[in-house]
């Protein structure tokens, strides 16, 4: 947006996700281990196991949901891992209900396939709508960058980080 400071973009090298799957084993490992702490909570609202495998592993408790549902539970999350498109909910409907399920300082880490670079845009307008900050970008690939070959990536993942903002909803997010 103009005007708004740049946030940081990192690569991770892990796998692409399979067939059907919002990410790979490898990514929920990052997500897990980067986003939270041990007695953090993490709302599971992606497709396939690769996510929960990680919090099981990493020793976190989770919640296990399907984006569609209005409660998430009563505790509130560390983190919130979810696919994209969302559900039956407008894109700042879902991440209002984000904004109100996580804790202070949580984060929400939206997946996207790599391609379409409206979307990314798109989803940060709606989680600002929403009260969330934009903190991180994330983009995966299936191997490190060579050096002096950065444009040779094979980027298969957008992870955007969206983090639980102190501003008021309605002002701009510092």
């Known amino acids: 947006m103009p005007g708004d400071s740049p946030v940081p973009i990192t690569v991770w090298p892990v796998p692409a996700p399979g067939d059907g799957e919002t990410m790979s084993i490898a990514m929920g490992v990052r997500l897990v281990h980067n986003l939270t702490h041990p007695s953090g909570l993490v709302i599971d609202l992606t497709v396939g196991p690769q996510l929960a495998r990680a919090v099981i592993a990493a020793h976190r408790r989770s919640h296990l949901q399907e984006a569609r549902q209005v409660g998430w539970g009563r505790d509130p999350a560390m983190l919130i891992v979810t696919g994209w498109p969302v559900g039956d909910a407008s894109p700042v409907e879902f991440f ?55 444009d040779l990536l094979d980027i298969h993942t957008d992870v955007l980080i969206l983090t639980r903002s102190t501003t008021p909803v309605g002002h701009v997010d510092g």
């Open 96 to 150: 209002r209900r984000c904004r109100a399920s996580l804790e202070p300082g949580g984060c929400v880490a939206v997946l996207l396939p790599h391609g379409d670079v409206a979307v990314p845009v798109d989803v940060v307008v709606a989680a600002r709508q929403a009260g969330l900050a934009y903190l991180q970008h994330v983009v995966a690939a299936d191997q490190p960058p060579q050096h002096g070959h950065q």
